[in-house]
């Protein structure tokens, strides 16, 4: 994070160089603070150094769930996002404030001071301060811009909605649906509301926006990097030359959408400089770029997400916000109990909304209250009619997988109960999910109360079904059932919904939504019977290999750390690898075979270790998760790699290196570098359950070429290859541009995912 002409000082810390001694507003960030009458606080990055900052702990905070699962938050460390950075009154001061107000110079260029915009300030305050304040922070970005507006009103009289999912996008989301319940939750009557444009190419939207000229706008669709996902138009539309931006129609009848950058679609909002009051940017990827050129462009105010959300949290979040401007909160206050809101589900962590004002909100003098004249006015709970008090929302999931289910998954994609027009608590609210296996229910059922304080409940993540019946557990072939939902207020029936699910077979893996990948762990089989037999057979060769009759498989136990190579440090590692992949090669020789028919849209019905050993043939990814299961019975740590079309093995050489990987360093101290977050991939799925995804390529190559990751083409089990060759292929394989993923089943093991419980019998 040095600049390239610093000296490190003695003693000095990666941390205490970003600091930079040439005054200038271009590089100058305020921090202003609610209720505090001093002074803002002033600091001055150094240029160099804080993009290399930047570009960091973007990363870290994209990564969160790697790090957090291993218990250690990079942040808190003595390098951390802030670290050295100001000085211990001043961080008192910030601990103090509930909402700091991050002022951020405007270049004018969008390709300058990128680092202002991508760095993850809302993580990085709340970090930095963390042990000396007694509750949460709030802090909002201001971008400092010429011709600053005078207020942060919104007219959301003039609300309006953009509701984007052009082709096969619409079979993803109804963002008609969407757009009528933000409208609804502003007061209006979605039917009477006419500025609604739906599936607009960059020009439609164009031309919309300047006859039009909306005060609030909500975008309503997915940003490029998930519409690619969704479209798994990967090849169409290459990771290095993705950007930040909005799927709009495509133009072009030959190309499935238009991905629209965030300069682009800044640049359709805001035409001639002029923007709207507010615009929601209600989907991924939207907060450090995409927010922040809108307004640079000429809008008032906007909001977007760090990385991801999930889909029931952003309704939430959208639904709060705006019944607290229509009920005349001012922007700041509306944002402040939005957010509340989500924090009140337990399940919003670290980085993520993002506000972006041209205005201060902390100086602009308190515009007068915007009413819209809402549906009605709130009404005591209890003297409602149950039935009234409340809405639920809900979709289903339309494949179910038992690994889905044995992982403690809900079987619906989204559930989500919402207060109507009352005050106070709403008590008695009963959730019943039922799933029809083959004349069998696997039954769930609770009771909820919706405290006065809190405006909806999301429960997606409560509604766990007990895995009690064969049929699940045994069924070779898929069949279509039923999922039903009934919720009920105080005995009366307030919604009953029947959905079609498909139930997969007990060794189907769903390889076609990426979202899927997770559950892949579940296959690695570690206490198969047929594993052990390996690794019985494998002990003579480890022997052999190690010059040592009494050599063993002790996993990591034999790593010394001070060896003068890799060899000396790792080589009692890779020879227990290798003794294992001589193993299945001499002793139990197997060949190459296709996948079984599934009988589905990009699924693939998986082998067990017994299953291979007895037929002695697999495909790549069965091959794949008979090594990783090896690798983990003796305790070293197996991943797992996708490309399109193909998988295979590898492994972590020490616990040290694998803990680096987990808090994002390279060894020695050193961040692991990232791609530009500007310009370089994002990880659409921000890496859920264990996934490191493609916009982690790089980073995954880097630990490749330290020695830390060893890659093993397991294919090559097949062809009777050498184990240097496997890693040799392997290498190339992590380099093609067909790579989409790296499993880690250790990570995944730590956020909850087991090896099914039924697939390991013997043969």
């Known amino acids: 994070m040095a600049s390239r002409r610093q000296t490190k000082p003695a003693g000095a810390t990666a ?45 870290v905070a994209r990564n969160r769930e790697r790090w957090r699962a291993a218990g250690k938050d990079p942040a808190q460390a003595d390098d951390g996002p802030l670290a050295g950075q100001l000085a211990a009154p001043e961080l008192e001061r910030l601990a103090r404030a509930e909402v700091v107000e991050v002022s951020l110079p405007e270049s004018g260029a969008e390709h300058e001071g990128w680092a202002f915009r991508v760095f993850p300030w809302e993580y990085a305050l709340t970090a930095v301060t963390r042990t000396l304040r007694s509750g949460p ?17 919104v007219a959301i009289e003039r609300a309006a909605t953009v509701e984007c999912a052009p082709g096969r996008l619409a079979q993803c989301y109804d963002t008609r649906l969407e757009g009528d319940r933000m409208l609804r939750s502003l007061g209006f009557d979605p039917a009477q509301v006419k500025d609604r444009l739906r599936d607009p190419s960059l020009g439609e939207l164009h031309d919309w926006m300047r006859s039009t000229r909306p005060g609030l706008l909500h975008l309503a669709g997915v940003d490029n990097h998930q519409a690619v996902d969704l479209l798994g138009a990967e090849r169409e539309f290459p990771a290095r030359e993705r950007r930040d931006g909005f799927a709009l129609k495509s133009a072009d009848p030959a190309r499935p959408v238009h991905l629209a950058d965030a300069e682009s679609l800044a640049g359709a909002l805001c035409s001639e400089g002029r923007g709207p009051d507010l615009v929601m940017c209600n989907f991924y990827n939207s907060g450090a770029r995409v927010a922040a050129r809108i307004v640079a462009r000429g809008a008032k105010a906007a909001v977007g997400y760090h990385d991801v959300i999930d889909d029931s949290l952003a309704e939430l979040f959208c639904t709060s916000l705006y019944g607290a401007l229509a009920d005349g909160q001012g922007l700041l206050e509306s944002f402040r109990r ?42 005591p709970a209890d003297q409602v009619p149950p039935r009234e008090r409340i809405t639920v929302r809900a979709t289903h999931r339309p494949l179910i997988n038992y690994s889905l289910l044995h992982n403690g998954q809900s079987p619906l994609a989204s559930l989500l109960i919402e207060r109507t027009r009352v005050e106070g608590p709403v008590r008695e609210i009963q959730v019943r999910v039922e799933l029809d296996v083959g004349g069998t229910t696997c039954p769930y059922q609770s009771t909820f109360e919706l405290p006065a304080e809190r405006q909806a409940l999301v429960l997606t993540d409560e509604v766990v079904l007990p895995l009690t019946s064969t049929l699940i557990r045994t069924q070779s072939e898929r069949i279509q059932s039923s999922l039903r939902l009934s919720v009920h207020c105080a005995g009366e029936r307030v919604a009953e919904q029947t959905f079609r699910v498909g139930l997969a077979p007990v060794d189907e893996w769903q390889d076609g939504d990426h979202a899927e990948w997770r559950w892949l762990p579940s296959f690695v089989l570690p206490r198969d019977p047929a594993v052990a037999r390996i690794v019985d057979s494998a002990h003579a060769i480890l022997c052999a290999l190690s010059d040592d009759p009494a050599a063993g498989f002790d996993g990591y136990q034999s790593v010394d750390e001070r060896g003068a190579d890799d060899d000396a440090r790792y080589g009692s590692v890779d020879r227990q690898v290798r003794a294992l992949w001589y193993a299945v090669l001499d002793h139990h020789g197997l060949t190459y075979i296709n996948p079984p028919p599934s009988y589905g849209q990009a699924t693939q019905r998986l082998r067990t270790p017994s299953q291979l050993l007895a037929e002695r043939r697999g495909t790549c990814i069965d091959l794949a998760l008979l090594l990783a299961a090896c690798l983990e019975y003796v305790g070293i740590s197996p991943v797992l790699f996708l490309l399109s079309g193909h998988a295979f093995a590898g492994y972590w050489r020490s616990e040290a290196l694998y803990a680096r ?3 994002l360093q390279a060894g020695r101290g050193d961040a692991m570098a990232a791609d530009r977050p500007d310009t370089g991939p994002r990880s659409t799925l921000a890496n859920p359950k264990g996934v490191i995804g493609q916009g982690q390529q790089r980073e995954v190559q880097q630990h490749i070429a330290l020695g830390h990751l060893v890659p093993l083409e397991t294919t090559w089990l097949t062809a ?44």
């Open 661 to 663: 990987f987990r808090t």
């Open 720 to 763: 009777r290859g050498s184990f240097d060759a496997a890693v040799e292929e392997g290498r190339h394989n992590v380099r093609s541009a067909d790579y989409q993923a790296l499993i880690d089943v250790r990570l995944s093991r730590d956020l909850g995912i087991t090896p099914l419980p039924l697939l390991g019998a013997a043969s």
């Open 137 to 153: 922070m709030l802090v909002v970005r201001q971008l400092r811009r010429a011709g600053a507006p005078a207020d942060a009103a």
């Open 15 to 59: 941390a205490t160089r970003i600091r930079a001694r040439s005054p200038g507003d271009a590089d100058r960030v305020i921090f202003r603070l609610a209720g505090d009458l001093g002074r803002p606080i002033e600091w001055r990055p150094d240029p160099s150094a804080f993009q290399a900052a930047a570009m960091r702990w973007s990363n």
């Open 338 to 379: 939005a957010l509340v809101n989500l924090r009140q589900q337990g399940t919003l962590r670290g980085a993520g909304v993002v506000l972006w004002s041209a205005v201060s909100l902390l100086q602009a003098p308190r515009a007068a209250p915007t009413r819209t004249t809402r549906l009605s006015e709130l009404r």
